[in-house]
C-alpha cells in the first residue's frame, strides 16, 4: 500500500479546516499509526478473503465432480432402460415375423392344395375325354 503525502495531506487539512500541520506534529504520528493498522487490517482481510475464495473453489470442483457422477449415473440408467425397451421392441417383432411366417405358410398351403385339385381336376376331365374320345373312334371302326 502506498504511503500518505505529508504534504498533499498537509495542505488539504490547512484547506479544509484552517490548521497548519508540519511534518512533525504529532498529528501526522497519529495518521502514520492509522496508515499501519489499516496496511495490517488489509493484509488480514486479504488472506480471510483468498480462504474464502479458496474454499469457495473447492467447493465448486466438488460440485461439479458431484453432478459428472450424478449425470454418469443417469445416463447409465437411461441406457440400460433404452437396452429393456429395445429388446422389447426385437422379441415383438420377432413374435409377429413368426405370426405372419405361420400365416404366409397356411395361405400358400391353401393355395397349394386348391392348384393341385384344379390340376387333378383338370387331369381327370382330360382323362375322361380321352377314353371317351377312345371308346367313339373303337366304336367306329368296330362297326
Known sequence: MG???????????????????????PAMALVTMSEIVLEQVL????????GVLSEAEESQKRSQQDVLVW???????????????LQRD??????Q?????VQISQVY?????????????VSGLLLVL??????LELGRWLR
Do not use: Y
Open 3 to 25: 504511503r500518505v503525502d505529508a504534504k498533499k495531506l498537509s495542505g488539504e487539512v490547512a484547506a479544509r479546516h484552517g490548521l497548519l500541520i508540519r511534518e512533525d506534529d
Open 43 to 50: 493484509k488480514e482481510a486479504e488472506v480471510r478473503f483468498r
Open 71 to 85: 449425470v454418469q449415473e443417469e445416463m447409465g440408467r437411461a441406457g440400460s432402460a433404452l437396452r429393456v425397451q
Open 90 to 95: 426385437v422379441d415383438a417383432g420377432r413374435l
Open 97 to 101: 415375423a413368426r405370426e405372419l411366417v
Open 109 to 121: 398351403a391353401r393355395s397349394a392344395v386348391r392348384r393341385w385339385v384344379a390340376v387333378g381336376i
Open 130 to 135: 380321352i377314353g371317351v374320345s377312345l371308346g
